[in-house]
């Protein structure tokens, strides 16, 4: 069965830096599109980015950009996200989702997601 | 890009039908997909297509798209139902998701 599982949250003051992971099998990872998506505490879904399935098509919310990177190893069927300059309003659990196949895919499986809480 | 709004809350008795809105400028030009959230869980996808139930979604939750709104129907809705439901769409190159209704089911 699907299964993804997100590591690397934690505490961090503003202005640092985490890179969050995600470990998917029960898939062809390669076959995918894959993406992270956060929610702050007490608060709705956030689309944070996503990446093609060969990592050579990548799109970022305006709230992150500049400032997170993701990236695939297809080899390590892994996703990440390298989350740089930190603020406050970063502070949500991180999802890893995937994208079904087809048009306008929906995101079919979610992990459990990462808690990552930025304060000083 | 646009805005995907649906209604804070959602109130509804065992039993009955509950329905669920988001509407959004793009939202009758696009697919629209919707995902329920209970506490403490992640997000599960519930209807894809604007129609479509992923294989092991109950026959009661259904799902519209006309003009530029698009609606979560839940038919003989259970306790095991009250969540959060998220509704989701594209524009362009991004996911755009709505602010989430809470469904209570009293």
């Known amino acids: 069965q699907v299964q993804l599982v997100e590591s690397g949250g934690g505490w961090v003051k503003p202005g640092g830096s985490l890179r969050l992971s995600c470990a998917a099998s029960?898939?062809?990872?390669?076959?995918?599109?894959m993406s992270w998506v956060r929610q702050a505490p007490g608060k709705g879904l956030e689309w944070v980015s996503y990446i093609s399935s060969t990592g050579n098509s990548i799109f970022y919310a305006d709230s992150v950009k500049g400032r997170f990177t993701i990236s695939r190893d297809n080899a390590k069927t892994s996703l990440y996200l390298q989350m740089n300059s930190l603020r406050v309003e970063d502070t949500a659990v991180y999802y890893c989702?995937?994208?079904?196949?087809?048009?306008?895919?929906?995101?079919?499986?979610w992990g459990q997601g990462t808690l990552v809480t930025v304060s000083s | 890009s646009y805005e995907l709004t649906q209604s804070p809350s959602v109130s509804v008795s065992p039993g009955q039908t509950a329905s669920i809105t988001c509407s959004g400028d793009?939202?009758?030009?696009?697919?629209a997909s919707w995902y329920q959230q209970r506490p403490g869980q992640s997000p599960v996808l519930v209807i894809y297509q604007n129609t479509q139930r992923p294989p092991g979604i109950p026959e009661r939750f259904s799902g519209s798209n006309s003009g530029n709104t698009a609606t979560l129907t839940i038919s003989g809705t259970q306790a095991l139902d009250e969540a959060d439901y998220y509704c989701?769409?594209?524009?362009?190159?991004?996911?755009?998701f709505g602010g989430g209704t809470k469904l209570t089911v009293l």
């Open positions: 989702a995937r994208f079904g196949r087809g048009y306008q895919s929906p995101l079919d499986y």
């Open positions: 989701q769409a594209w524009d362009s190159n991004t996911i755009l």
């Open positions: 793009k939202l009758g030009g696009t697919y």
């Open positions: 029960g898939f062809t990872f390669s076959d995918y599109y």
